[in-house]
């Protein structure tokens, strides 16, 4: 710093270190009321917008002069927004893939589902061999009846189990998220009573009265009618609409059993497929800070002082000890997993921040002198960091710890003072063995979209085949007792009991069943990750797709202008042709 110094660094402004001078002279009595915080700052709006506006004035100064450069966010940089782009572009693909996935692996399996419900209920399918199962449902029902049969039923009660969990005034309103799963629990037990030939195919959709109870079209049937008003006759009516309800009941019942197995399965099943996933290092990688040799107590009397230093930064540079505080492996043990390089790099910098702030560090050591730096002149707030909005905590940049390895240039006999300073990583690698940095993958919806699928595929065929008893029992009460509700012979169907003539064929065929379904399913994963990996667009190709993207808009404003141009001298040659 030359002569001028002090000068130059009052007429920027003191630093939030330096010691502050009151001020003389009286208050002014039209000066608003003061309001101050838990940590005695002034809170009024009027002051901290002046604050603000000062801070503004005070950038502004810094980058006229020269002193201060813009800063440019990362994020307006042509790189990070074609990063950006990419990453949208991968995680929407990789979104509708998915749901045309699903939606694929549901109309493979569709007819195949209604054969298994038909032979949980009927007592025939136990005489057929697995081998002749197709040709005995093909002389039964028609093409049209195996495939599409239930179908738009389905849509319309996956339509209402989306809107009871995605619409947010649903959500708000538990009424309305009540009446649309009564409506949504009829849909399902419409299109099964179709596929197992208790309602005509014919029909769609079941009608208004279907969804209210005790009607003559409602599954539930009326209890009788109460001669008269006495604890028995009661009681016999209420055991009556029990009876009358209990099997739709188990149906429900076993539907939410299947989505429970269905959610605690999945995760177990995701994480044992390979899927890519970003590198634990990456995430924990753990920061070490060297033991450098120090200047001794005498040599740091000898340094010269700025002016301008005030008491805040004489204590940090003449703290009680001069050993460097030390951050070691077991320290970064103790941060949570999940943190990134962002809460890496802020746990590095601790250690500066409490210097900078004159509090004391983890060991009580002082910070050497080598590793003081002052906050940058360029501010991002005034005073206090926790002063601020927190819009602007979020801006917040933590000045970066530099470490400096002083070493004598000649023999320890020369006198103290001569030495030579060499800038080098704060995490040398001098002397260690690097360790190979494993693979970073691209983790987005398409490129996790293969294991997802793969997961959904077998974890249905895990429940299904866990739930399989329960889907029976439930599929004969309720089949049963709509049958009773209509007027339709049950001579042919299960008794609700497992063990009603029970038949290793039978359940034989289900296993056969489940196999098929398997076999749909992984021919519809593999057509869906190959499409994946086709749609999938490496950094540079989309680099190169930008660039011709950007060619191609260059070429046609050339073209354009040359255009404009052409049309101008065309005009001007004509109206030179008709002046002549």
Not at 33 to 39: A, F, G, I, T
Request: charged share 20%.
């Amino acid at each position: 710093m030359g002569r001028l110094g002090p000068l130059t660094s009052q007429a920027l402004g003191r630093s939030p270190y330096d010691d502050a001078v009151e001020g003389t002279g009286e208050d002014d009595p039209h000066e608003p009321e003061r309001r101050y915080d838990e940590k005695g700052r002034i809170v009024n709006p009027e002051t901290k917008r002046i604050i603000k506006n000062v801070i503004r004035a005070h950038n502004e100064v810094m980058l006229v002069i020269g002193v201060a450069e813009p800063e440019h966010s990362a994020g307006d940089s042509p790189e990070v927004a074609m990063a950006k782009e990419h990453q949208a572009y991968e995680s929407e693909t990789g979104r509708t893939l998915l749901s045309i996935g699903r939606s694929l692996g549901i109309l493979g399996i569709w007819g195949v589902h209604g054969v298994r419900q038909r032979i949980m209920l009927y007592q025939p399918y136990s005489n057929v061999e697995f081998w002749e199962l197709a040709q005995y449902e093909r002389q039964q029902y028609s093409l049209k009846q195996l495939l599409l049969t239930g179908l738009p039923s389905f849509v319309v009660m996956q339509g209402i189990h989306w809107t009871r969990l995605s619409v947010d005034w649903v959500l708000k309103k538990p009424w309305v998220g009540g009446t649309l799963m009564w409506c949504q629990f009829h849909f399902h037990l419409f299109l099964t009573m179709q596929r197992l030939n208790l309602i005509p195919a014919s029909k769609l959709f079941p009608g208004v009265k279907f969804f209210i109870p005790f009607t003559n079209t409602s599954p539930i049937a009326p209890p009788p009618p109460i001669g008269t008003l006495s604890p028995s006759s009661v009681g016999g009516w209420l055991n009556s609409l029990a009876l009358n309800v209990a099997p739709y009941v188990a149906f429900f019942l076993c539907g939410r059993i299947w989505n429970a197995v269905h959610v605690h399965v999945w995760p177990h099943i995701q994480k044992r497929l390979p899927h890519p996933s970003r590198n634990p290092a990456f995430h924990t990688r753990p920061f070490t800070m060297e033991r450098h040799p120090t200047v001794s107590e005498e040599t740091w009397q000898t340094v010269p002082e700025s002016p301008t230093l005030g008491a805040a930064d004489r204590e940090i540079r003449h703290g009680r000890n001069s050993d460097p505080a030390v951050v070691g492996l077991d320290a970064v043990r103790d941060l949570p997993h999940h943190q990134g390089i962002h809460d890496m790099e802020s746990f590095q910098d601790v250690p500066t921040l409490q210097a900078l702030e004159g509090q004391a560090s983890a060991a009580d050591n002082a910070i050497p002198l080598g590793a003081v730096r002052r906050q940058s002149t360029f501010s991002s707030r005034g005073g206090d960091q926790d002063y601020g909005t927190d819009e602007e905590d979020a801006d917040i940049i933590n000045p970066t710890l530099i470490s400096f390895d002083v070493d004598t240039t000649e023999s320890t006999e020369q006198p103290t003072g001569v030495w030579s300073a060499e800038l080098r990583p704060s995490n040398g690698v001098e002397g260690r063995l690097v360790p190979k940095e494993e693979p970073v993958y691209v983790v987005n919806p398409l490129t996790s979209l293969p294991s997802v699928l793969a997961a959904d595929i077998l974890t249905n065929l895990i429940t299904y085949v866990l739930c399989a008893p329960f889907d029976a029992m439930a599929i004969r009460a309720a089949a049963r007792a709509f049958a009773r509700r209509r007027g339709l012979p049950m001579t042919n169907m299960y008794e609700i009991s497992l063990l009603d003539a029970f038949s290793w064929r039978g359940w034989g065929n289900i296993i056969g069943l489940e196999i098929v379904r398997l076999l749909i399913s992984g021919e519809i994963w593999a057509m869906t990750s190959i499409l994946s990996q086709w749609l999938h667009v490496t950094d540079e190709e989309w680099r190169e797709f930008h660039l011709e993207e950007q060619e191609e808009k260059e070429r046609e404003r050339r073209r354009h202008a040359d255009q404009a141009a052409s049309d101008a001298v065309a005009r001007l040659e004509a109206a030179a042709d008709a002046q002549a």
